[in-house]
Each structure stands twice: as C-alpha cells, then as structure tokens.
C-alpha cells in the first residue's frame, strides 16, 4: 500500500487543522492506521491509531481530547482532526500501516508515508 499525507501548513495556537492520509494500492480496509509525529530534533513519536472498520481508536495522552482520528474506507483515506493545537504540536506529521494489530510504536508498522508538516505558532 502507498500512503500519501497532506493537509499540513501554519496555523496559531488554537487553532484548527485536518490532516489526510490517502492511500492506494492494496484494499485499504485491510490495514489498520496510525499516526505519529516527528518534531525537530525529537524522536518519532504516536499520536493515533484506528482500526480496520474505525470503530477502536487509540491516542497518546498529549492529544487525547483534542484530536480525532477517523477513516472512511470508501474514498482509502484516513483524517486526523487537531484541534485547540499548541505550539508543542508542531512537527511533521505521518501516517503509516500495518495488517497486524494496533500498534502505538512505530516498529509495529510496516508502510509510511512522506509526512506533511504542521506549524502552531504561538
């Protein structure tokens, strides 16, 4: 499977912002998908994790409350809602798969795509 996010740009604290995953390639609905960020100069870290029909989502504690992760199978792609974002969210932003379980480390993984960055200014 392919993986292409988007939706990434510069936004204030408080702010707003839906970031895509869309994919292609193998049946989508296979694939359980999870996102994570990377800041600079900070290791990769989970943010979100959905199941194959979107009903069991998982989320780190630094955005629980906050983010919504959610996914419709009929168009292959996958949404991570942000919202009241902080300046702490600032990071690139990528989506990954796996055909296993619903991991929160990246290892558990097996297909990334590029990222899209996202900037809180404060």
């Known amino acids: 499977v392919q993986l292409q996010a988007s939706g990434g740009g510069l936004v204030q604290a408080g702010d707003s912002l839906r970031v895509s995953c869309a994919a292609s390639?193998?049946?989508?609905?296979?694939?359980?998908i999870g996102w994570f960020r990377q800041a600079p100069g900070k290791e990769r870290e989970f943010v979100a994790t959905i199941n194959r029909s979107g009903v069991r989502k998982d989320y780190a504690d630094s955005v629980k409350g906050r983010f919504t992760i959610s996914r419709d199978n009929a168009k292959s792609t996958v949404y991570l809602q942000m919202n009241s974002l902080k300046p702490e969210d600032t990071a690139v932003y990528y989506c990954a798969a796996t055909l296993t379980f619903m991991p929160t480390k990246s290892s558990g993984y097996d297909y990334w795509g590029q990222g899209t960055l996202v900037t809180v200014s404060s």
């Open positions: 390639g193998r049946t989508f609905s296979s694939f359980i």
